[in-house]
């Protein structure tokens, strides 16, 4: 998945996707770990994902703090 994706889902959506990968991700390390994993590529994939997912949220978090605050003129003509 591609960031330019996940800019068009919504956080819940992405949140729901970010658990959906880190479950996938602990499947992967105990399959791992069992030897029986059959694609060991994904497994960096999967982080990749999650780092993507997380960079995403993070993006918008940090414009929500970004957004300056009425000035006090606005308030009062509110």
Known sequence: MDA?????MDNAALK???DD????????????????LSNPNRLGQVR???ARIKTVLRE???AEV???APSSEEAKAQ
């Open 66 to 68: 970004a957004k300056p």
């Open 48 to 50: 990749r994902d999650i």
């Open 4 to 8: 330019a994706q996940l800019r068009t």
């Open 21 to 36: 990968l880190y479950q996938e991700m602990f499947n992967l390390r105990f399959q791992r770990a069992a030897g029986q």
């Open 60 to 62: 918008r978090e940090r």
């Open 16 to 18: 729901k996707q970010l």
